[in-house]
């Protein structure tokens, strides 16, 4: 059998979604497209019928990630408590699959998915009545502070796993004793940022200069 028959045994969805069975297995270093291919019981060139390499398959991927946290806020949600929502939906989502903050920013990194995340957070912004470049920039800072937060909680959860943790109070100066209340916190700082600059916007700058 030929790598194109091979390939039409499987839809788009299924070698997406054996990926992601795979990358919550073992892991983003493991998910190659050898063992891919071999779960999907097909030649490896048979894969490249739906994805031409690996990182259009691990922007894929990273959508898929995304996608399972969008739908949590709703529009006539208040714009401050609708950005926690979609930071908190999306953190979720990360966790969901091993090493998923590390698929999704890569696949950022490199220009490729859809950029869902973003878009959700700068129309949750935007809802404050902020102009699109300020609404932009804050969904950029709270993404980046979401995908690095996750990232680091998943690199403690591996190594964890492992038993290769420092023990005692000053082991890791990043971590929190309770990680969701660490993130709130971040992700409230930010928030609260974005809440003082939109009230500053408003008070105009005669009423600054009178504080």
Same mark, same amino acid.
């Given at each position: 059998?030929t790598?194109?028959?091979?390939?039409?045994?499987?839809?788009?969805?299924?070698?997406?979604?054996?990926a992601? %069975?795979i990358?919550?297995?073992?892991?983003?270093?493991?998910?190659?497209? %050898?063992?891919?291919?071999?779960?999907?019981?097909v030649?490896?060139?048979?894969?490249?019928w739906?994805?031409p390499?690996?990182?259009?398959l +691990?922007?894929?991927?990273?959508?898929? @990630?995304?996608?399972?946290?969008?739908?949590?806020p709703?529009?006539?949600?208040?714009?401050?408590?609708?950005?926690?929502a979609?930071?908190?939906?999306?953190?979720?989502?990360?966790l969901?699959?091993?090493?998923?903050?590390?698929?999704?920013?890569?696949?950022?990194?490199?220009?490729?998915?859809?950029?869902?995340?973003?878009?959700? +957070?700068a129309?949750?912004a =935007?809802?404050?009545?902020f102009?699109a470049?300020?609404?932009?920039?804050?969904?950029? =800072?709270?993404l980046?502070?979401?995908?690095?937060?996750?990232?680091?909680?998943?690199?403690?959860?591996?190594?964890?796993? @492992?038993?290769?943790l420092?023990?005692?109070? =000053?082991?890791?100066? +990043?971590d929190a004793?309770d990680?969701?209340? =660490?993130?709130?916190?971040g992700?409230d700082?930010l928030?609260?940022?974005?809440?003082?600059?939109?009230?500053?916007?408003?008070?105009?700058?005669?009423?600054?200069?009178?504080?």
């Amino acid at each position: 059998m030929t790598g194109n028959e091979s390939g039409r045994r499987h839809t788009r969805d299924d070698v997406a979604e054996t990926a992601l %069975r795979i990358l919550d297995d073992y892991g983003l270093p493991d998910l190659t497209m %050898r063992r891919l291919a071999a779960a999907l019981d097909v030649q490896p060139s048979a894969l490249y019928w739906h994805f031409p390499n690996k990182q259009t398959l +691990l922007a894929e991927l990273a959508d898929r @990630i995304v996608a399972r946290g969008a739908g949590a806020p709703t529009d006539t949600t208040a714009w401050p408590d609708r950005l926690r929502a979609e930071s908190v939906a999306l953190r979720d989502a990360l966790l969901a699959y091993r090493d998923g903050a590390e698929v999704v920013a890569s696949t950022y990194a490199l220009g490729l998915g859809d950029s869902a995340a973003q878009r959700r +957070l700068a129309a949750a912004a =935007a809802s404050g009545g902020f102009d699109a470049e300020t609404s932009d920039r804050a969904a950029t =800072a709270l993404l980046h502070f979401v995908l690095g937060h996750v990232s680091h909680e998943q690199q403690r959860m591996q190594f964890d796993s @492992i038993g290769v943790l420092a023990t005692g109070e =000053a082991a890791d100066p +990043l971590d929190a004793s309770d990680s969701a209340a =660490a993130f709130a916190f971040g992700v409230d700082l930010l928030v609260g940022g974005l809440e003082r600059l939109g009230d500053e916007s408003r008070s105009g700058p005669l009423s600054r200069s009178r504080t």
